[in-house]
């Protein structure tokens, strides 16, 4: 059997040349430094007819409008008449909270932070100035200065909308580039382990969850979920016999330092840091976020506090941690370990199939591709008349302990979830289906499909344990954004992540994305 596909990557530097406001937490970031480099890295298929190109972005999540004129960039440049369809071009989110602010649909936005007027109490009003403001101020509230220095050869904000632009030049050429450089290659699957995810919702003895939750007190019953130590791994040979890049995918979002005001690429970065030593700086490392809605790279039951205050309230425990752990993952020493600890562990895998060539021919994948782009749709997350009669009085309530009428920032996150709530009833009156871009592909032996969630791991489980393929590889926050996707459980324990306003879809939904994925599954591999 034919063993060779055609592969091509292509990596852009997507790293700002202006400060911008970083995307991921309730309240303002506004960038001081870069702590690591931004990237844009697309690896293309082709065998056949059939073609992929998969694109992973140090980005926080993928809005559709950001899909969309990606392609229309690609059309104009040709791309289609090269070949390249379009609409099999995925694009995946590492999940960082240390990038860009661009702009999305309103669609996309999902936490509530947009308030309108009609929403709040008579004579109340929003106020934006904070990202307008002459003079812009840092978390803590001190003045930055905006003039070209340092990491940043331009003075000023980078605003969303030239963020945006910004993103989809560079992504698309990165795509370009990777279809226009497939050269035959053999793929190689791999699987290693290292320890980087772990659950972040913590369940106490009343039946309540948070997310961050503070577990040295005796109502502490459990972690909500487990934990995913797995690495899914594709080998890329060239002719040469040389490795061109890397696949790897981790249930766990890339956050270390998503609470510092450095622009980073987070865990992948110090990977990629890491790799390039042992393999040199041509190599490219295709980054994969797995289903990790509930994941985190910090150990709360070995809680180690962050070197310096954070201004999440969730995070500023009660009481000081006394334990000595991991170092902490809230900044770069824990970056250093986690990155550490992966490529540790890519390396060792792949030195380890070198060197037995048993082992390596039975992970070498067969020339099989089939990739199929349909629109699944999944029941939307309804709220009831006792959730919106609720949500109104929490906000009347919020609004009259106020000394002034403008909302400002920090206002609009302490009422996020009543506005989501108004938010979701309205839109509950329009549809009843909640409809994304979802990608389903053979590789080989090896499956992987999409989705635009933050996807609990428990869904991942029930995938890959009941999946046909030798290995599956699941994208979240793929191809558009549509926020949490928490299980039953979660639903019931309630707070952040799981309230009906984190996300379009609920449990039921969750079980139907199974069913929906493992069923695309088998079709594909009834066709071969």
């Known amino acids: 059997m034919n063993n060779k596909f055609l592969v091509g990557f292509g990596a852009v ?16 970031r506004l960038s001081t ?23 992973s972005c140090d980005l926080t999540s993928i809005a559709s409008n950001l899909m969309a004129e990606v392609r229309d960039a690609l059309k104009k440049q040709g791309l289609p008449e090269q070949g390249l369809d379009v609409d099999k071009v995925i694009i995946t989110a590492t999940h960082t909270h240390s990038s860009f602010k661009y702009r999305m649909d309103s669609m996309e936005s999902t936490s509530s932070t947009s308030v309108p007027t009609e929403m709040l109490p008579p004579g109340f009003y929003m106020i934006y100035d904070e990202e307008t403001a002459e003079i812009p101020a840092d978390e803590w509230g001190n003045p930055v200065n905006l003039e070209a220095a340092g990491d940043f050869s331009g003075a000023g904000i980078m605003t969303p909308d030239e963020s945006l632009a910004w993103l989809v030049e560079r992504i698309a050429r990165a795509v370009a580039e990777a279809w226009q450089n497939c050269k035959p290659m053999t793929l190689v699957s791999g699987f290693g382990r290292a320890p980087i995810g772990m659950c972040r ?18 109502t502490f019953e459990e972690l909500e979920g487990g934990n995913d130590s797995g690495i899914e791994l594709i080998y890329c040979i060239d002719e040469t016999d040389n490795l061109a890049g890397i696949v790897a995918n981790i249930c766990c979002p890339s956050q270390i330092m998503e609470h510092r005001l450095s622009i980073s690429s987070d865990y992948w970065g110090e990977t990629r840091r890491r790799l390039y030593k042992r393999f040199g700086t041509d190599l490219k490392l295709v980054g994969l976020g797995g289903p990790g809605g509930d994941q985190c790279p910090r150990d709360l039951v070995r809680w180690i506090d962050p070197e310096t205050k954070v201004l999440d309230p969730n995070i500023n425990h009660p009481k000081p941690s006394h334990l000595r752990a991991d170092p902490s993952m809230f900044d770069e020493s824990g970056l250093r370990t986690a ?23 039975a992970r070498v994948q067969p020339a099989i591709l089939h990739h199929e782009v349909d629109e699944v749709q999944l029941p939307l997350r309804r709220v009831t008349p006792e959730d919106i009669a609720g949500a109104k009085q929490g906000i009347y309530e919020y609004c ?34 909640y409809g994304f871009e979802g990608h389903f592909l053979r590789i080989g032996n090896l499956a992987m499909a999409t989705n635009p969630f933050e996807l609990f791991l428990n869904y991942g489980n029930k ?12 994208l979240q926050l793929s191809c558009g954004s549509g926020g949490y996707l928490p299980t039953k459980k979660a639903e019931e324990g309630g707070h952040y992540s799981a309230y009906v306003t984190s996300g379009y879809v609920g449990h039921e939904g969750g079980d139907a994305l199974v069913r929906e994925t493992l069923s695309r599954f088998r079709a594909i591999w009834e066709e071969e």
């Open 13 to 28: 530097d997507l790293t700002p040349n202006k400060r911008i406001y970083l995307h991921g937490q309730f309240y303002q």
């Open 33 to 55: 430094h870069v702590q690591s480099p931004l990237l844009a890295t697309a690896m293309a298929i082709r065998v056949g007819d059939d073609q992929a190109v998969i694109c």
């Open 201 to 218: 919702r913590v369940v106490y003895n009343d039946g309540s969850a948070k997310m961050w939750g503070f577990s040295n007190t005796a």
């Open 339 to 361: 990155g550490r600890r992966i490529a540790t562990e890519i390396i060792a895998i792949y030195e380890e199939l070198r060197e037995d060539r048993t082992a390596w021919e």
């Open 400 to 433: 009259s302990k106020l000394d002034r009428k403008g909302i400002n920032y920090r206002d609009r996150a302490a009422l996020h979830v009543h506005i989501g709530i108004l938010k979701r009833a309205a839109l509950q009156e329009e549809i009843d289906l």
């Open 463 to 474: 995938i890959r344990a009941r999946s046909v393929a030798e290995q599956t590889f699941l």
